[in-house]
């Protein structure tokens, strides 16, 4: 990013966050896998792939009627942690 770039975005205050190549913690997709999978899934669902595919399928129809995830609840959550590993890696 240009530095002229930088200036311009910091005038509207918006700040690139580069983030590294592998962080599922910030990833939305990953954030709803990992609900389905711990949370909203029966243990029933892991007996066989048909019960498997009907309940994700039971899921993901009822996501943000009956199934819901406040993402910016579980950004902020990792912002912290993410931008103490900066620190760390800055001055490290």
Not at 37 to 45: G, I, Q, T, V
Not at 58 to 87: T, W
Request: include cysteine.
């Amino acid at each position: 990013m240009s530095q002229r770039k930088r200036l311009e975005g910091r005038a509207q205050r918006i700040h690139a966050i580069f983030l590294p190549p592998y962080s599922p913690e910030l990833d939305p997709t990953e954030m709803l896998w990992r609900r389905i999978k711990y949370e909203w899934l029966p243990l029933s669902a892991y007996q066989s792939f048909q019960p498997f595919c009907s309940h994700v399928h039971r899921v993901l129809s009822g996501y943000g009627e009956k199934y819901r995830i406040n993402f910016c609840r579980h950004l902020k959550l990792h912002k912290l942690s993410f931008a103490h590993k900066i620190m760390l890696t800055k001055s490290g």
